[in-house]
C-alpha cells in the first residue's frame, strides 16, 4: 500500500509562518497534491507539484523533493481564517490519490 | 447547479437497511470518484469511474457498490449498511484520469445505528 506522513495537528499565531511536512513512501509518483479542508466541509484545491523545487502561490508555497520523498507547504503571514485542515495527497503509479490523514493547523489571536 | 453536489447532507441509518448516497457534477468531468473520510484515517478511495460505463474499485470497495450510467451521476449504494460504514463520504470528479485536479462535493455524514 500506500504510506503517507504528516503531523497530526500544529499550532501558531497571527501573522507567524508554518510549515507542514509530508513524507510519502508510494507505488511510483506522478505528482502530489495539498488540499485545505476546513471543518465540516469538502477538501479544495491548494497546490499541485510534479518537478522537484518550490511552487509559490501568493502566501501559500508548496516544495518537492521526488528524491527524498518529501514535500511541505508552507502559509505566511497567517491569518485566523487559515485554521484548517490540511490534505497531502499523491498519485502513484495507478494514477489514483492516496492521502495523509491531514494535518489540524489551528491559529492562534 | 454549479460544481458538484450530493444528497443527504446527512442520514442516520439502520444497520441491516440499504441506502443510496447520491453525486451529480454539472462540469462535464470524465471521471468520479467516492471517498469514505474517518478521524485519523483520512480519505480512502471507495470506488471511481474513469468514464461512463465504466467502474473500479478503489482501497475499501466491500459493502458498496456503484454505477455510471451518465456523465453526471455516480451514486453510491450500501447494500446492507453496517456500522463500520458511519463515516462522512465524498464524492469528487476530475476532467482526466491521471494527474488532473479533484474537486470534491459537500459531502454526506452518515451514521449506521
Known amino acids: 500500500g500506500q504510506n503517507i506522513d504528516q503531523p497530526t495537528e500544529m499550532t501558531a499565531t497571527e501573522g507567524a509562518i508554518v510549515q507542514i511536512n509530508c513524507t510519502y513512501q508510494t507505488s511510483g509518483f506522478n505528482g502530489l497534491f495539498w488540499y485545505q479542508q476546513h471543518a465540516g466541509e469538502a477538501p479544495t484545491f491548494l497546490s499541485y507539484?510534479?518537478?522537484?523545487g518550490l511552487e509559490e502561490k501568493g502566501r501559500f508555497s508548496s516544495f518537492l523533493s521526488r528524491s527524498k520523498g518529501y514535500s511541505y507547504l508552507l502559509l505566511k503571514e497567517l491569518q485566523m481564517k487559515d485554521s484548517a485542515s490540511y490534505l497531502c495527497?499523491?498519485?502513484?503509479?495507478?494514477?489514483?490519490?492516496?492521502f495523509g490523514a491531514g494535518t489540524t493547523v489551528t491559529v492562534r489571536a | 447547479i454549479a460544481g458538484i453536489t450530493q444528497a443527504p447532507t446527512s442520514q442516520i441509518l439502520a444497520a441491516g437497511r440499504r441506502m443510496t448516497l447520491r453525486c451529480t457534477q454539472d462540469m462535464r468531468h470524465n471521471a468520479m470518484y467516492w471517498y469514505r473520510q474517518d478521524l485519523g484515517l483520512g480519505l480512502r478511495l471507495i470506488h471511481y469511474?474513469?468514464?461512463?460505463?465504466?467502474?473500479g474499485k478503489g482501497e475499501v470497495p466491500d459493502g458498496y457498490s456503484v454505477s455510471r450510467a451518465n456523465t453526471d451521476d455516480f451514486p453510491l449504494t450500501l447494500a446492507s449498511a453496517v456500522p463500520s460504514q458511519t463515516s462522512v463520504y465524498f464524492c469528487?470528479?476530475?476532467?482526466?484520469?491521471?494527474?488532473?485536479?479533484?474537486?470534491f462535493g459537500p459531502g454526506t455524514r452518515l451514521t449506521v445505528l
Open positions: 495527497a499523491v498519485i502513484s503509479n495507478d494514477y489514483k490519490l492516496s
Open positions: 507539484n510534479v518537478l522537484d
Open positions: 469511474s474513469n468514464t461512463a460505463g465504466t467502474t
Open positions: 469528487a470528479s476530475s476532467f482526466g484520469t491521471d494527474t488532473d485536479t479533484q474537486y
